[in-house]
């Protein structure tokens, strides 16, 4: 991803969480970009294939990180 795709895509982020921490940060892979909260690892946003300028977010959620019942 390009340098202004990567501020436009975190500045969104942090308005869409109300979090300050959101970084987005370039890969070695040139269509995506790791997203964190903090220091902490939570996902990748890669281009749109299907829609020019647009972009997905993608996050696992481990059983691990979820509260046991």
Do not use: C, W
Request: proline share 1%; hydrophobic share 40%; glycine share 6%.
């Amino acid at each position: 991803m390009k340098e202004f795709d990567l501020k436009r895509v975190e500045t969104h982020l942090k308005r869409t969480f109300n979090h300050g921490g959101i970084k987005v940060k370039a890969r070695k892979v040139a269509d995506s970009a790791e997203v964190y909260v903090d220091d902490e690892f939570i996902g990748v946003v890669f281009e749109d294939e299907d829609e020019a300028g647009s972009f997905m977010f993608e996050m696992a959620i481990l059983a691990e990180d979820l509260p046991q019942d």
